[in-house]
Protein backbone atom coordinates (compact mmCIF):
# COMPACT_ATOMS: atom_id res chain seq x y z
CA UNK A 1 0.00 0.00 0.00
CA UNK A 2 1.51 3.47 -1.20
CA UNK A 3 0.08 4.81 2.55
CA UNK A 4 2.74 7.67 2.81
CA UNK A 5 1.69 9.28 -0.42
CA UNK A 6 -1.66 8.96 0.73
CA UNK A 7 -0.82 10.20 4.17
CA UNK A 8 0.60 13.57 2.83
CA UNK A 9 -2.11 14.42 1.09
CA UNK A 10 -4.88 13.69 3.44
CA UNK A 11 -2.01 16.20 6.05
CA UNK A 12 -2.12 18.77 3.45
CA UNK A 13 -5.52 18.30 3.27
CA UNK A 14 -6.12 18.59 6.59
CA UNK A 15 -4.10 21.45 7.35
CA UNK A 16 -6.46 23.43 4.33
CA UNK A 17 -9.04 22.14 6.23
CA UNK A 18 -7.86 24.11 9.42
CA UNK A 19 -7.17 26.93 7.19
CA UNK A 20 -10.59 26.35 6.34
CA UNK A 21 -12.12 26.77 9.82
CA UNK A 22 -9.89 29.29 10.86
CA UNK A 23 -9.64 31.68 8.31
CA UNK A 24 -12.84 33.96 8.85
CA UNK A 25 -11.82 34.09 12.43
CA UNK A 26 -7.92 35.34 11.74
CA UNK A 27 -9.61 38.29 9.36
CA UNK A 28 -12.13 39.26 11.94
CA UNK A 29 -9.21 39.74 14.55
CA UNK A 30 -7.16 41.51 12.20
CA UNK A 31 -10.20 43.83 11.17
CA UNK A 32 -11.27 44.27 15.16
CA UNK A 33 -7.84 46.73 14.74
CA UNK A 34 -9.35 49.14 11.67
CA UNK A 35 -9.37 52.55 12.23
CA UNK A 36 -12.35 54.06 13.41
CA UNK A 37 -14.74 55.42 13.00
CA UNK A 38 -13.89 55.78 9.65
CA UNK A 39 -12.57 52.69 8.63
CA UNK A 40 -14.78 49.92 7.51
CA UNK A 41 -15.64 46.17 8.18
CA UNK A 42 -13.10 44.93 5.40
CA UNK A 43 -9.21 45.38 4.14
CA UNK A 44 -7.31 47.26 3.30
CA UNK A 45 -6.37 48.09 7.38
CA UNK A 46 -6.13 51.54 6.48
CA UNK A 47 -4.44 52.47 10.27
CA UNK A 48 -3.91 50.22 13.23
CA UNK A 49 -5.81 51.03 16.09
CA UNK A 50 -8.06 50.04 19.14
CA UNK A 51 -10.50 52.58 18.64
CA UNK A 52 -13.49 49.75 17.94
CA UNK A 53 -12.12 48.21 21.46
CA UNK A 54 -12.50 51.75 23.22
CA UNK A 55 -15.81 51.81 21.60
CA UNK A 56 -16.75 48.87 23.12
CA UNK A 57 -16.34 50.41 26.63
CA UNK A 58 -17.92 54.16 25.64
CA UNK A 59 -14.28 55.47 25.59
CA UNK A 60 -14.81 56.98 22.32
CA UNK A 61 -15.64 60.44 21.31
CA UNK A 62 -19.49 59.93 20.83
CA UNK A 63 -19.88 59.28 16.41
CA UNK A 64 -22.91 58.42 14.54
CA UNK A 65 -21.78 54.80 15.25
CA UNK A 66 -23.93 53.77 18.12
CA UNK A 67 -21.89 51.71 20.53
CA UNK A 68 -23.41 47.92 21.22
CA UNK A 69 -25.89 47.61 24.20
CA UNK A 70 -24.04 44.70 26.19
CA UNK A 71 -23.79 46.15 29.48
CA UNK A 72 -26.68 44.61 30.54
CA UNK A 73 -27.43 42.25 28.31
CA UNK A 74 -23.52 40.99 29.54
CA UNK A 75 -24.72 40.47 33.27
CA UNK A 76 -27.86 38.86 31.72
CA UNK A 77 -26.56 36.37 29.86
CA UNK A 78 -24.21 35.53 32.57
CA UNK A 79 -26.91 35.50 35.50
CA UNK A 80 -29.15 33.16 32.90
CA UNK A 81 -25.58 30.98 32.33
CA UNK A 82 -24.76 30.42 35.84
CA UNK A 83 -28.80 29.52 36.83
CA UNK A 84 -28.77 27.11 34.03
CA UNK A 85 -25.60 25.80 34.96
CA UNK A 86 -26.29 24.82 38.30
CA UNK A 87 -30.07 23.89 37.24
CA UNK A 88 -29.20 21.44 34.50
CA UNK A 89 -26.36 20.17 36.17
CA UNK A 90 -28.38 18.57 39.43
CA UNK A 91 -30.99 17.62 37.07
CA UNK A 92 -28.24 15.70 34.86
CA UNK A 93 -26.69 13.78 37.83
CA UNK A 94 -29.75 13.17 39.25
CA UNK A 95 -31.54 11.68 36.25
CA UNK A 96 -27.96 9.49 35.53
CA UNK A 97 -27.49 8.11 39.21
CA UNK A 98 -31.57 6.83 38.34
CA UNK A 99 -30.76 5.32 35.27
CA UNK A 100 -27.29 2.90 36.82
CA UNK A 101 -29.82 1.03 37.53
CA UNK A 102 -31.94 -0.54 34.48
CA UNK A 103 -36.25 0.12 34.87
CA UNK A 104 -38.90 -0.17 32.66
CA UNK A 105 -39.26 2.67 30.75
CA UNK A 106 -35.79 3.86 30.75
CA UNK A 107 -35.69 3.96 26.72
CA UNK A 108 -38.54 6.51 26.66
CA UNK A 109 -37.08 8.84 29.63
CA UNK A 110 -33.63 8.80 27.91
CA UNK A 111 -35.29 10.31 24.42
CA UNK A 112 -37.42 12.18 26.40
CA UNK A 113 -34.62 13.84 28.02
CA UNK A 114 -32.17 13.65 24.87
CA UNK A 115 -35.20 15.00 22.52
CA UNK A 116 -34.13 18.46 24.34
CA UNK A 117 -31.26 18.86 22.47
CA UNK A 118 -32.37 17.63 19.44
CA UNK A 119 -35.21 19.76 18.75
CA UNK A 120 -34.08 22.90 16.77
CA UNK A 121 -34.61 26.35 19.17
CA UNK A 122 -36.48 28.18 16.95
CA UNK A 123 -39.60 25.40 17.25
CA UNK A 124 -38.80 24.75 21.21
CA UNK A 125 -39.10 28.85 21.28
CA UNK A 126 -41.91 29.37 19.60
CA UNK A 127 -43.47 26.71 21.15
CA UNK A 128 -42.63 28.14 24.47
CA UNK A 129 -44.20 31.66 23.17
CA UNK A 130 -47.38 30.17 22.47
CA UNK A 131 -47.58 28.49 26.12
CA UNK A 132 -46.51 31.83 27.46
CA UNK A 133 -49.67 33.72 25.14
CA UNK A 134 -52.42 31.27 26.13
CA UNK A 135 -51.71 30.93 29.71
CA UNK A 136 -51.31 35.10 30.13
CA UNK A 137 -47.52 34.35 31.41
CA UNK A 138 -45.59 37.24 30.85
CA UNK A 139 -42.07 36.54 29.04
CA UNK A 140 -38.31 37.24 30.67
CA UNK A 141 -35.08 36.36 30.13
CA UNK A 142 -35.16 34.58 33.54
CA UNK A 143 -38.53 32.56 33.21
CA UNK A 144 -39.41 31.46 30.11
CA UNK A 145 -35.89 31.65 28.22
CA UNK A 146 -34.21 29.65 31.48
CA UNK A 147 -36.67 26.75 31.53
CA UNK A 148 -35.77 26.57 27.28
CA UNK A 149 -31.96 26.55 28.12
CA UNK A 150 -32.30 24.17 30.69
CA UNK A 151 -33.71 21.82 28.24
CA UNK A 152 -31.32 22.43 25.82
CA UNK A 153 -28.29 21.81 28.07
CA UNK A 154 -29.86 19.29 30.79
CA UNK A 155 -29.42 16.34 28.18
CA UNK A 156 -25.56 17.17 27.72
CA UNK A 157 -24.87 17.11 31.32
CA UNK A 158 -27.47 13.29 31.21
CA UNK A 159 -25.38 12.02 29.28
CA UNK A 160 -21.92 13.23 30.39
CA UNK A 161 -22.72 11.69 33.62
CA UNK A 162 -24.18 8.66 32.01
CA UNK A 163 -20.51 8.30 30.12
CA UNK A 164 -18.88 8.68 33.91
CA UNK A 165 -21.11 6.64 35.83
CA UNK A 166 -20.67 3.48 32.99
CA UNK A 167 -17.15 3.46 34.05
CA UNK A 168 -17.80 3.42 37.64
CA UNK A 169 -16.97 1.07 40.14
CA UNK A 170 -20.12 0.71 42.55
CA UNK A 171 -18.10 -1.73 45.01
CA UNK A 172 -16.63 1.06 47.00
CA UNK A 173 -20.23 2.50 47.39
CA UNK A 174 -21.78 -1.22 48.38
CA UNK A 175 -18.60 -1.22 51.07
CA UNK A 176 -19.45 2.25 52.33
CA UNK A 177 -23.17 0.64 52.65
CA UNK A 178 -22.14 -2.37 54.12
CA UNK A 179 -20.30 -0.41 56.94
CA UNK A 180 -24.07 1.45 57.79
CA UNK A 181 -22.52 4.94 56.08
CA UNK A 182 -26.35 6.52 54.93
CA UNK A 183 -26.88 6.88 51.32
CA UNK A 184 -26.88 10.46 51.54
CA UNK A 185 -23.35 10.55 53.48
CA UNK A 186 -22.27 7.67 50.51
CA UNK A 187 -22.92 9.80 47.78
CA UNK A 188 -21.65 13.63 49.61
CA UNK A 189 -18.39 11.63 50.62
CA UNK A 190 -17.64 8.86 47.91
CA UNK A 191 -19.80 8.76 45.25
CA UNK A 192 -19.58 12.89 44.39
CA UNK A 193 -15.85 13.43 44.71
CA UNK A 194 -15.53 10.36 42.09
CA UNK A 195 -17.71 11.73 39.48
CA UNK A 196 -16.85 15.12 40.21
CA UNK A 197 -14.68 15.50 37.11
CA UNK A 198 -17.95 14.81 34.91
CA UNK A 199 -19.59 17.31 37.22
CA UNK A 200 -17.14 19.78 35.96
CA UNK A 201 -17.39 18.88 32.03
CA UNK A 202 -21.16 19.05 32.74
CA UNK A 203 -20.67 22.57 34.63
CA UNK A 204 -18.92 24.09 31.34
CA UNK A 205 -20.91 22.40 28.87
CA UNK A 206 -24.08 24.18 30.04
CA UNK A 207 -22.53 27.39 31.27
CA UNK A 208 -21.10 27.77 27.64
CA UNK A 209 -24.17 26.29 25.97
CA UNK A 210 -26.70 28.65 27.75
CA UNK A 211 -24.17 31.80 26.98
CA UNK A 212 -24.09 31.45 23.25
CA UNK A 213 -27.75 30.22 22.87
CA UNK A 214 -29.83 32.36 21.08
CA UNK A 215 -33.08 30.46 19.05
CA UNK A 216 -34.12 29.31 22.11
CA UNK A 217 -33.85 32.75 23.70
CA UNK A 218 -35.39 34.62 20.86
CA UNK A 219 -38.81 34.02 21.11
CA UNK A 220 -38.73 33.61 24.43
CA UNK A 221 -37.00 36.24 26.58
CA UNK A 222 -39.04 39.21 25.80
CA UNK A 223 -37.81 42.61 26.05
CA UNK A 224 -34.77 41.98 27.69
CA UNK A 225 -31.70 41.55 25.24
CA UNK A 226 -28.97 38.89 26.15
CA UNK A 227 -25.18 39.31 25.01
CA UNK A 228 -26.49 36.78 21.49
CA UNK A 229 -29.49 38.49 21.21
CA UNK A 230 -27.87 42.09 21.48
CA UNK A 231 -25.32 40.75 18.47
CA UNK A 232 -28.33 39.54 16.62
CA UNK A 233 -29.69 42.86 15.86
CA UNK A 234 -26.33 43.82 14.70
CA UNK A 235 -27.46 41.60 11.72
CA UNK A 236 -29.93 44.10 9.98
CA UNK A 237 -28.07 47.39 10.65
CA UNK A 238 -24.72 47.80 8.87
CA UNK A 239 -21.46 46.12 10.37
CA UNK A 240 -19.03 47.73 12.09
CA UNK A 241 -15.74 46.55 13.23
CA UNK A 242 -16.90 47.03 16.88
CA UNK A 243 -18.68 43.62 16.71
CA UNK A 244 -15.20 42.25 15.91
CA UNK A 245 -13.58 43.26 18.29
CA UNK A 246 -16.21 42.08 20.81
CA UNK A 247 -16.15 38.77 18.82
CA UNK A 248 -12.38 38.77 19.55
CA UNK A 249 -13.19 39.30 23.47
CA UNK A 250 -15.86 37.15 24.04
CA UNK A 251 -13.29 34.43 22.62
CA UNK A 252 -11.03 35.66 25.06
CA UNK A 253 -13.19 35.08 28.18
CA UNK A 254 -14.50 31.19 26.68
CA UNK A 255 -10.43 30.87 26.70
CA UNK A 256 -10.23 31.73 30.22
CA UNK A 257 -13.49 29.90 31.07
CA UNK A 258 -11.68 26.98 29.35
CA UNK A 259 -8.16 27.69 31.36
CA UNK A 260 -10.22 27.51 35.14
CA UNK A 261 -11.82 24.58 33.93
CA UNK A 262 -8.55 22.47 33.17
CA UNK A 263 -7.11 24.00 36.36
CA UNK A 264 -9.69 22.76 38.16
CA UNK A 265 -9.84 19.32 36.79
CA UNK A 266 -6.04 18.90 37.34
CA UNK A 267 -6.31 19.89 40.72
CA UNK A 268 -8.87 17.43 41.33
CA UNK A 269 -7.37 14.25 39.17
CA UNK A 270 -4.50 15.62 41.88
CA UNK A 271 -6.40 15.47 44.45
CA UNK A 272 -8.19 11.47 43.65
CA UNK A 273 -4.11 10.80 43.08
CA UNK A 274 -3.25 11.71 46.62
CA UNK A 275 -6.13 9.87 48.24
CA UNK A 276 -5.18 7.19 46.15
CA UNK A 277 -1.51 7.64 47.86
CA UNK A 278 -2.19 7.88 51.36
CA UNK A 279 -5.24 4.62 50.92
CA UNK A 280 -1.83 2.53 49.99
CA UNK A 281 0.52 4.15 52.12
CA UNK B 1 -39.87 9.02 16.52
CA UNK B 2 -37.10 7.75 18.10
CA UNK B 3 -38.33 5.29 20.08
CA UNK B 4 -38.79 3.18 16.64
CA UNK B 5 -35.19 1.91 17.32
CA UNK B 6 -34.85 1.48 21.14
CA UNK B 7 -34.41 -2.22 22.29
CA UNK B 8 -35.29 -3.34 26.18
CA UNK B 9 -31.58 -4.74 27.22
CA UNK B 10 -32.05 -8.58 26.78
CA UNK B 11 -29.71 -9.80 29.18
CA UNK B 12 -31.19 -8.53 32.63
CA UNK B 13 -35.17 -8.23 33.28
CA UNK B 14 -35.73 -4.55 33.65
CA UNK B 15 -37.09 -4.12 37.58
CA UNK B 16 -40.25 -1.77 37.97
CA UNK B 17 -39.54 1.90 38.67
CA UNK B 18 -38.18 2.13 42.63
CA UNK B 19 -39.20 5.23 44.97
CA UNK B 20 -35.73 6.43 44.68
CA UNK B 21 -35.43 6.36 41.21
CA UNK B 22 -38.78 7.93 40.89
CA UNK B 23 -37.49 10.57 43.30
CA UNK B 24 -34.39 11.43 41.13
CA UNK B 25 -36.26 11.16 37.45
CA UNK B 26 -39.31 12.88 38.85
CA UNK B 27 -38.25 16.43 38.30
CA UNK B 28 -36.09 16.22 35.17
CA UNK B 29 -39.11 14.31 33.51
CA UNK B 30 -41.50 17.32 34.68
CA UNK B 31 -39.49 19.53 33.33
CA UNK B 32 -39.34 17.82 30.09
CA UNK B 33 -42.59 17.31 29.62
CA UNK B 34 -44.00 21.26 30.87
CA UNK B 35 -41.16 22.61 28.95
CA UNK B 36 -40.72 20.65 26.07
CA UNK B 37 -43.16 18.26 24.92
CA UNK B 38 -46.17 20.86 26.23
CA UNK B 39 -44.67 23.68 23.83
CA UNK B 40 -44.61 21.04 20.84
CA UNK B 41 -48.31 20.37 21.50
CA UNK B 42 -48.90 23.77 22.06
CA UNK B 43 -47.58 24.68 18.51
CA UNK B 44 -49.50 21.60 16.75
CA UNK B 45 -52.72 23.04 18.41
CA UNK B 46 -52.16 26.82 17.73
CA UNK B 47 -51.19 25.63 13.79
CA UNK B 48 -54.99 25.00 13.54
CA UNK B 49 -56.24 28.39 15.20
CA UNK B 50 -58.13 30.95 13.43
CA UNK B 51 -55.84 34.04 12.10
CA UNK B 52 -57.10 37.13 11.19
CA UNK B 53 -54.92 40.01 10.19
CA UNK B 54 -54.16 41.59 13.95
CA UNK B 55 -54.82 38.57 16.11
CA UNK B 56 -55.66 34.81 16.78
CA UNK B 57 -58.33 32.87 17.93
CA UNK B 58 -58.95 29.37 19.26
CA UNK B 59 -61.50 28.60 16.80
CA UNK B 60 -60.21 25.33 15.13
CA UNK B 61 -59.73 25.63 11.11
CA UNK B 62 -57.63 24.43 8.50
CA UNK B 63 -56.99 27.57 6.99
CA UNK B 64 -53.56 28.35 8.47
CA UNK B 65 -52.64 24.80 6.75
CA UNK B 66 -54.02 25.38 3.39
CA UNK B 67 -52.99 29.14 2.92
CA UNK B 68 -49.11 27.81 3.99
CA UNK B 69 -49.81 25.01 0.94
CA UNK B 70 -51.03 27.18 -1.65
CA UNK B 71 -48.67 30.21 -0.88
CA UNK B 72 -45.44 30.53 -3.23
CA UNK B 73 -43.31 31.98 -0.44
CA UNK B 74 -44.08 29.45 2.16
CA UNK B 75 -43.41 26.51 -0.58
CA UNK B 76 -40.29 28.09 -2.18
CA UNK B 77 -39.14 28.25 1.76
CA UNK B 78 -39.77 24.58 2.10
CA UNK B 79 -37.99 23.81 -1.04
CA UNK B 80 -35.21 25.77 -0.06
CA UNK B 81 -34.77 24.00 3.39
CA UNK B 82 -34.89 20.73 1.79
CA UNK B 83 -32.36 21.93 -0.74
CA UNK B 84 -29.73 23.88 1.59
CA UNK B 85 -30.05 20.79 4.07
CA UNK B 86 -28.95 18.38 1.56
CA UNK B 87 -26.24 20.48 0.02
CA UNK B 88 -24.38 21.23 3.40
CA UNK B 89 -25.19 17.58 4.53
CA UNK B 90 -23.21 16.95 1.33
CA UNK B 91 -20.63 19.27 1.84
CA UNK B 92 -19.87 18.62 5.26
CA UNK B 93 -18.96 14.76 4.91
CA UNK B 94 -17.19 15.90 1.53
CA UNK B 95 -15.31 18.51 3.49
CA UNK B 96 -15.34 16.70 6.98
CA UNK B 97 -14.15 13.13 6.12
CA UNK B 98 -11.05 13.32 4.72
CA UNK B 99 -9.64 15.58 7.75
CA UNK B 100 -11.32 12.92 10.02
CA UNK B 101 -9.30 9.85 8.41
CA UNK B 102 -6.26 11.91 9.09
CA UNK B 103 -6.97 12.74 12.51
CA UNK B 104 -8.55 9.39 13.04
CA UNK B 105 -6.35 6.87 11.38
CA UNK B 106 -3.24 8.01 10.31
CA UNK B 107 -2.13 9.91 13.08
CA UNK B 108 -0.74 7.25 15.25
CA UNK B 109 0.18 9.74 18.38
CA UNK B 110 -2.31 9.94 20.61
CA UNK B 111 -1.23 13.38 21.66
CA UNK B 112 -1.05 14.43 18.16
CA UNK B 113 -4.59 13.44 17.38
CA UNK B 114 -6.01 14.90 20.39
CA UNK B 115 -4.58 18.11 19.36
CA UNK B 116 -5.18 18.22 16.13
CA UNK B 117 -9.22 17.53 17.10
CA UNK B 118 -8.72 20.27 20.00
CA UNK B 119 -7.62 22.49 16.96
CA UNK B 120 -10.72 21.97 15.39
CA UNK B 121 -13.24 22.48 18.54
CA UNK B 122 -11.75 26.21 19.88
CA UNK B 123 -13.41 28.21 16.78
CA UNK B 124 -16.49 27.29 19.00
CA UNK B 125 -15.92 28.77 21.74
CA UNK B 126 -16.43 31.92 19.65
CA UNK B 127 -19.72 33.19 19.58
CA UNK B 128 -22.06 31.24 16.70
CA UNK B 129 -23.36 34.72 15.34
CA UNK B 130 -19.71 36.05 15.56
CA UNK B 131 -18.91 33.08 13.36
CA UNK B 132 -21.56 33.70 11.23
CA UNK B 133 -20.62 37.13 10.65
CA UNK B 134 -16.99 36.35 10.59
CA UNK B 135 -17.74 35.48 6.64
CA UNK B 136 -18.80 38.96 5.74
CA UNK B 137 -15.84 40.31 5.14
CA UNK B 138 -14.31 36.75 3.69
CA UNK B 139 -16.81 36.64 0.97
CA UNK B 140 -17.78 40.20 0.39
CA UNK B 141 -16.81 42.20 -3.10
CA UNK B 142 -14.12 43.87 -0.86
CA UNK B 143 -13.57 40.72 1.12
CA UNK B 144 -10.14 38.89 1.61
CA UNK B 145 -11.36 36.09 -0.19
CA UNK B 146 -11.47 37.98 -3.72
CA UNK B 147 -8.61 40.10 -2.53
CA UNK B 148 -6.37 37.53 -2.44
CA UNK B 149 -7.57 36.09 -5.71
CA UNK B 150 -7.30 39.37 -7.42
CA UNK B 151 -3.72 39.66 -6.30
CA UNK B 152 -2.75 36.60 -7.41
CA UNK B 153 -4.64 36.75 -11.12
CA UNK B 154 -7.22 34.47 -10.98
CA UNK B 155 -9.75 36.89 -12.02
CA UNK B 156 -9.93 40.28 -13.18
CA UNK B 157 -13.31 41.59 -11.15
CA UNK B 158 -14.63 40.73 -7.72
CA UNK B 159 -16.67 37.71 -7.71
CA UNK B 160 -19.91 38.73 -6.50
CA UNK B 161 -21.51 36.04 -6.29
CA UNK B 162 -19.79 34.68 -3.27
CA UNK B 163 -21.76 37.13 -0.85
CA UNK B 164 -25.99 37.75 -0.44
CA UNK B 165 -26.10 34.86 -2.55
CA UNK B 166 -27.20 30.91 -1.37
CA UNK B 167 -23.43 30.12 -2.24
CA UNK B 168 -22.25 32.01 0.86
CA UNK B 169 -24.95 30.30 3.20
CA UNK B 170 -23.82 26.78 2.29
CA UNK B 171 -20.09 28.06 2.58
CA UNK B 172 -20.94 29.22 6.04
CA UNK B 173 -22.89 26.73 7.22
CA UNK B 174 -20.62 24.09 6.12
CA UNK B 175 -17.95 25.81 8.23
CA UNK B 176 -19.81 26.12 10.92
CA UNK B 177 -21.13 22.56 11.14
CA UNK B 178 -18.64 20.49 9.80
CA UNK B 179 -17.20 19.71 13.13
CA UNK B 180 -19.99 17.79 14.12
CA UNK B 181 -19.30 15.46 11.28
CA UNK B 182 -15.41 15.35 11.92
CA UNK B 183 -16.08 14.59 15.55
CA UNK B 184 -17.78 11.25 15.54
CA UNK B 185 -16.45 10.01 12.20
CA UNK B 186 -12.77 10.40 13.65
CA UNK B 187 -13.82 8.52 16.73
CA UNK B 188 -15.49 6.16 15.00
CA UNK B 189 -11.97 5.65 12.68
CA UNK B 190 -9.81 5.69 16.00
CA UNK B 191 -11.63 2.57 17.25
CA UNK B 192 -10.76 -0.05 14.28
CA UNK B 193 -8.50 -2.50 15.25
CA UNK B 194 -5.15 -1.53 13.53
CA UNK B 195 -4.29 -5.39 13.35
CA UNK B 196 -7.51 -5.63 10.59
CA UNK B 197 -6.10 -3.00 8.44
CA UNK B 198 -2.42 -4.81 9.06
CA UNK B 199 -3.76 -7.99 8.23
CA UNK B 200 -4.66 -6.72 4.51
CA UNK B 201 -2.08 -5.15 4.09
CA UNK B 202 -0.27 -8.53 4.27
CA UNK B 203 -3.03 -10.09 1.98
CA UNK B 204 -1.88 -7.35 -0.65
CA UNK B 205 -4.96 -5.14 -0.69
CA UNK B 206 -4.76 -1.79 -1.79
CA UNK B 207 -5.18 1.82 0.09
CA UNK B 208 -8.53 1.58 -2.17
CA UNK B 209 -9.76 -1.98 -1.61
CA UNK B 210 -8.67 -1.27 2.11
CA UNK B 211 -10.62 1.63 1.97
CA UNK B 212 -14.03 0.32 0.45
CA UNK B 213 -14.13 -2.95 2.28
CA UNK B 214 -12.76 -1.81 6.03
CA UNK B 215 -12.71 1.41 6.63
CA UNK B 216 -15.59 3.24 4.73
CA UNK B 217 -18.20 0.76 6.52
CA UNK B 218 -16.68 0.68 9.99
CA UNK B 219 -17.28 4.53 9.91
CA UNK B 220 -20.88 4.65 9.16
CA UNK B 221 -22.29 4.99 12.38
CA UNK B 222 -20.00 8.13 12.47
CA UNK B 223 -21.23 9.59 9.26
CA UNK B 224 -24.68 8.62 10.51
CA UNK B 225 -24.09 10.13 14.19
CA UNK B 226 -22.58 13.25 12.30
CA UNK B 227 -25.86 13.57 10.22
CA UNK B 228 -28.00 13.82 12.43
CA UNK B 229 -25.98 16.63 14.41
CA UNK B 230 -26.53 18.42 10.82
CA UNK B 231 -29.43 17.58 9.64
CA UNK B 232 -30.64 18.96 13.32
CA UNK B 233 -29.00 21.94 12.96
CA UNK B 234 -29.31 23.07 9.79
CA UNK B 235 -33.12 22.30 9.13
CA UNK B 236 -33.44 24.38 12.20
CA UNK B 237 -31.38 27.10 11.09
CA UNK B 238 -32.45 31.10 10.48
CA UNK B 239 -29.14 33.64 11.75
CA UNK B 240 -27.19 31.72 9.01
CA UNK B 241 -29.38 32.81 6.02
CA UNK B 242 -30.01 36.39 7.63
CA UNK B 243 -26.65 37.32 8.09
CA UNK B 244 -25.07 35.77 4.55
CA UNK B 245 -27.79 35.82 2.27
CA UNK B 246 -29.03 39.87 2.37
CA UNK B 247 -32.67 38.25 2.97
CA UNK B 248 -32.49 36.52 -0.32
CA UNK B 249 -32.40 32.94 1.08
CA UNK B 250 -35.33 32.01 3.54
CA UNK B 251 -36.01 28.76 5.25
CA UNK B 252 -38.52 27.82 6.93
CA UNK B 253 -36.72 29.02 10.52
CA UNK B 254 -37.22 32.48 8.49
CA UNK B 255 -40.45 32.24 7.99
CA UNK B 256 -41.47 31.49 11.41
CA UNK B 257 -39.11 34.12 12.75
CA UNK B 258 -41.20 36.83 10.30
CA UNK B 259 -44.51 35.84 11.21
CA UNK B 260 -44.02 35.53 14.95
CA UNK B 261 -42.71 39.22 14.40
CA UNK B 262 -46.00 40.40 12.62
CA UNK B 263 -47.54 38.46 15.17
CA UNK B 264 -49.09 35.71 12.63
CA UNK B 265 -48.78 33.04 15.17
CA UNK B 266 -51.36 30.11 13.56
CA UNK B 267 -48.92 30.61 10.07
CA UNK B 268 -45.60 30.21 12.12
CA UNK B 269 -46.87 27.52 14.13
CA UNK B 270 -47.69 25.81 10.93
CA UNK B 271 -44.31 26.62 9.11
CA UNK B 272 -42.97 24.97 12.58
CA UNK B 273 -45.36 21.63 12.50
CA UNK B 274 -43.67 21.21 8.56
CA UNK B 275 -40.81 21.88 10.00
CA UNK B 276 -40.66 19.30 13.06
CA UNK B 277 -42.31 16.60 10.95
CA UNK B 278 -39.15 16.42 8.10
CA UNK B 279 -36.88 16.62 11.02
CA UNK B 280 -38.71 13.60 12.67
CA UNK B 281 -38.38 12.00 9.30
CA UNK B 282 -34.89 12.46 8.78
CA UNK B 283 -34.04 11.82 12.27
CA UNK B 284 -36.22 8.25 12.42
CA UNK B 285 -34.84 7.15 9.39
CA UNK B 286 -30.98 7.78 10.22
CA UNK B 287 -31.66 5.95 13.38
CA UNK B 288 -32.79 3.29 11.69
CA UNK B 289 -29.70 2.56 10.34
CA UNK B 290 -28.04 3.24 14.12
CA UNK B 291 -28.55 2.82 17.58
CA UNK B 292 -27.82 5.88 18.56
CA UNK B 293 -28.06 4.58 22.36
CA UNK B 294 -25.24 1.85 21.65
CA UNK B 295 -22.77 3.84 19.68
CA UNK B 296 -22.30 6.56 23.09
Not at chain 2, 11 to 37: D, K, Q, T
Not at chain 2, 167 to 196: E, N
Request: with cysteine; glycine share 8%.
Amino acid sequence: MNASGIKFGLGTYTALFLVFLYGPLVVLAILSFQTGPEGGPQFPIIEWSTYWYKHLFGLTPPSRISPLPINEALFRSMALAVMTMIVSTVLGVSAAQAFRRKFKGSGFVFYLIVLGMMVPGVLVGLGMALVANSFGIDRHWWGTAFVLHVVYTFPFAFLVMLAIFNRFDPSVEEAAWSLGVSPARTFRKITFPLIFPGVLSAMLFAFTLSYDEFSRTLFASGRDLTLPLAIYGTFSVEVHPNVFAFGVLTTLFSFALLGTYAALMTLSVRRAKQMAIQEEA
Amino acid sequence: MAVISYTTPLSVPAARVSRRELWLLAPGVIWMMLFLVLPILMMVYVSFWTQTTFKIEPTLTLKSWATFFTSETYLSALWTTIRIWLTVLVATIVVGYPAALFVGLFVKNKTLSTGLLVLCVIPFWTSFLIRVLAWRPMLGKEGAINMILMKIGIVQHPIEVLLFSELSVIIGMTQIYCVFMVGPIAFMLGRIDPSVIEAAQDLGASFGRIFRTIILPLSMPGVVVGSIFVSVMVLGEFATSAALSGRKVNLLGNIIVTQVGSLKWAFAAVAGVVLTIIMGAVVAALLRVVDLRKEL
